[in-house]
């Protein structure tokens, strides 16, 4: 299994799921781009909760299609939520086959700002008072819940989950990795202001090295360069990617 990432929608079997009103529906661009709700009860208004696909919402919601689990599921998907009940927070996981929603987190005061799946852990990040954004985690078998110490209040935004670590930044572009069970963390290197990192195969890659890009009708554009370096080599010069 990969890292997921939730996002204001997804693609899963050819259709595009996202919300309409407060209700998932989907598009099959192959047919028609007009959105059909999830919930196949022809009776239902898909408007109160008694519709099993409508999810609250008061500020960014967020959905993220786990194609791993919907595989095994006969092909309905295993979507992963972030809703509003009125200041409840939630991640919740609906079985569309079921029409089954499991809380994996509520009772969090602030919006849920992303949503991370790795195998069976589920990672978020949400504002926690005095301005930090924290990184937070579920263990979705027995929803035990990690947390980053975050003393120094900083924002930090994820960029790629693998087998061992989580990868992050904070708003000054510094890189940190932590184990999955955030109880430490380790600074691997230093990105552009607000920059992130992105994770593939077994590289770490990340944007430095601001500079004039080009200059049009003398108006300076700024660009940055694309490095990467090894994970299992965090310490040697990061390589310039072309």
């Known amino acids: ?63 993220l299609i786990n194609s791993f689990e919907s595989e095994k599921n006969s092909k309905y998907p295993i979507i992963y939520v972030s809703c509003c009940y009125g200041n409840d927070n939630r991640i919740i996981r609906f079985n569309t086959k079921t029409n089954k929603k499991n809380i994996l987190v509520k009772n969090v005061p602030n919006f849920i700002q992303s949503i991370w799946v790795y195998n069976n852990l589920l990672f978020y990040t949400t504002f926690d008072g005095d301005n930090q954004l924290n990184i937070k985690a579920i263990n979705m078998d027995d929803l035990r819940a990690y947390e980053l110490k975050n003393d120094e209040k ?3 935004y994820i960029g790629g989950i693998d087998q061992e ?10 890189i940190y990795r932590s184990p999955h069970d955030l109880s430490s963390k380790e600074q691997i290197g230093r990105s552009v202001t607000c920059g992130k990192v992105y994770i593939s195969n077994d590289k770490i890659f990340f944007f430095s090295n601001i500079h004039i890009g080009t200059t049009v009708k003398e108006t300076d554009f700024l660009a940055c360069d694309l490095y990467s370096v090894e994970k299992n080599n965090i310490h040697d010069t990061p390589t310039l990617d072309r």
Do not use: Q, W
């Open 165 to 174: 670590h989580i990868y992050f930044t904070d708003y000054d572009g510094n």
């Open 154 to 156: 900083l924002r930090y």
């Open 1 to 63: 299994s990969s890292d997921l990432m939730a996002g204001r929608g997804d693609v899963y079997n050819g259709l595009f799921y996202s919300f309409y009103g407060n209700t998932i529906s989907y598009i099959d661009c192959k047919v028609d781009i007009t959105p059909i709700p999830l919930c196949s009860d022809s009776l239902c208004s898909h408007k109160d909760e008694s519709c099993p696909a409508y999810f609250p919402d008061l500020g960014k919601r967020l959905l």
